[in-house]
């Protein structure tokens, strides 16, 4: 992104986006963290053989797929965090491997983005 004089223009995402993403993954985590206690809650009150439960699922592996979501959630706030220091740091947009800006198409899509989209294909 170049402004009509040819220099490099780092796009900025208004901080009420980021504010708003934080907040949806803040309410995700909160709904995460219910969900868990109300399973150790069961789990508690069941007998600790919930491998042989003829209804479904056992606790154990209903525990696994909630804290996979937990940690999902967190790994989110922590890219949300990055990005609101990369607005602070002017950096906010541009690409930290090859200093190329990231596209506001991309930013729109995913705000937290660090790479843009010929970098993260590299990754991959």
Not at 37 to 65: N, V
Not at 67 to 73: A, C, I, N, T
Not at 83 to 103: H, K, L, M, Q
């Amino acid at each position: 992104m170049s402004d009509p004089t040819g220099s490099v223009r780092v796009m900025t995402v208004p901080v009420d986006v980021l504010r708003a993403v934080r907040e949806s993954a803040r309410r995700r985590l909160a709904e995460v963290e219910v969900q868990l206690a109300q399973l150790r809650d069961a789990r508690g009150a069941e007998s600790a053989d919930d491998e042989h439960d003829p209804e479904g699922g056992t606790l154990s592996a209903e525990w696994s797929r909630i804290e996979g979501l937990r940690v999902g959630v967190m790994a989110e706030l922590e890219g949300i965090d990055a990005a609101f220091d990369r607005v602070s740091a002017g950096t906010y947009g541009i690409c930290e491997v090859c200093a190329n800006p990231i596209p506001e198409g991309r930013l729109e899509v995913r705000p937290t983005a660090t790479r843009c989209v010929r970098c993260a294909e590299r990754r991959q």
